[in-house]
């Protein structure tokens, strides 16, 4: 049976229940835990590596016993709390332009405010930046900020885009050869420990269940009506993945369970879960591009399930991982098929990649169309969408949408707008039905 948790938020009058899946309670007590052992920091000893979700090297930076630190991850806790604004005006008063991706203005504003963590505790200090650089050039900036600011030992993994869309022999050594020659030796330094291939072999083995789980639960949306929402509701299934969990027996716990959860639901018919219980008659099936907005994520997602549309899939829930067309962190081969995931990041896609994928999504998760939710300070994603959504178009037929908001700046999200285009987008799903002679 699924097990479902009413929890009372607190957040602004009047209090609201919130429904929550098991698996949603132990993803929030998982990031709870991992606040704490960051800020624990100056008791335990334990050295931390900031580092970036695309491209993350999650079972490496554990063979050094190094913690986790992803500052887009910080952004979005502080966006979901709604304090995220607060820090994006402190950042440009210190003189960052109105354009620059908000969550580098939500991480610096907070540390030019304190530096608290979600627990309201201090953040440690990173020991070393660990840049992998898969495709947003942000990030390089990024950390050449925090540099400036901890002065700390930083290796930089350069991974080649794919600008002619495919992996090239060449492009795997050339990555490989940085993480035997540049990263390991410089984590090696950082840490005092020294790297044990075999330990890496180990939490793959752990990565590669998780992947496994975390595939099997996405595509489950291929069915009618889809037990899942691939964007909103996604956000918590691929949170321990992309994040600090990647490679532990609690990850591979996390997925089995959730996989159990989310079969469950299919067994019974039952649509997605959402934060008011379970979603009415599935109407819409939707592929959506471009991340969320976080200040306003549950108004943004109400605006879908009141309406009765689900997001079958999406590409944000790819950003940490392209799984679903096969890859797979592989154990015999360890440090090749880090280069591999690298490589095969979202952000490192061209974007005949991309349109691909998404032409692709729409027809096996028979959706009714795409929408696009452009991030005004986030070029990585935006830049190419209203090409992508043409194309799109032009290749199923389906209608495509357009929206625009922010990640974590509130002033960038007008709920009036995005609703009244979101109504029109679905009476025009409706009318291509009606004159298609479906019958829905
Ligand atoms: S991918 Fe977008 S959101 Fe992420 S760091 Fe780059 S610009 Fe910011």
Known sequence: MTTQTKIVTSRAAPAKEVIKDASMKKQKEMMAAHYDRLTNVPETGDKVAATFVPGNLNELIMCFDLLNNLPEVNAIQNGLRRVSGSFVLEAEKLGHSEDVCTYVKSDLGMMAKGNLAPNGKKFPNPDVLLLSYTGCFTFMKWFELIRQKYNCETTMLHVPYQGDGKISQNMRDYVVKQIKENVIPSLERVSGVKFDIDRLRQYMKESVKAEEDLVHVLQSAKNRPSPIDGYFGAVYYIGPIFTAFRGTREATEFYRVLRQEIDQRLREGKGPITPEGEMGEEKYR??????????????????????????????????????????????????????????????????????????????EYQADGLLINSIKSCNSFSAGQLLILREVEKRTGKPAAFIESDLVDPRYFSAANIKNRLESYFQMIKQKRTAAGAVH
Request: charged fraction near 20%; hydrophobic fraction near 35%; include cysteine.
């Open 286 to 363: 939707l592929v959506v591009e471009g991340p969320p907005n976080w200040t306003s994520f549950r108004e943004f997602w109400k605006m879908f399930y009141d309406e009765g549309a689900v997001v079958v899939t999406s590409t944000y829930a790819k950003v940490g991982g392209v799984y679903d067309f096969g890859f797979r962190h592989d154990p015999d081969h360890p440090i090749e098929s880090l280069a591999e995931y690298c490589l095969g990041c979202y952000t490192n896609l061209n974007l005949p990649q991309r349109i691909d994928m998404i032409c692709k999504y729409i027809d």
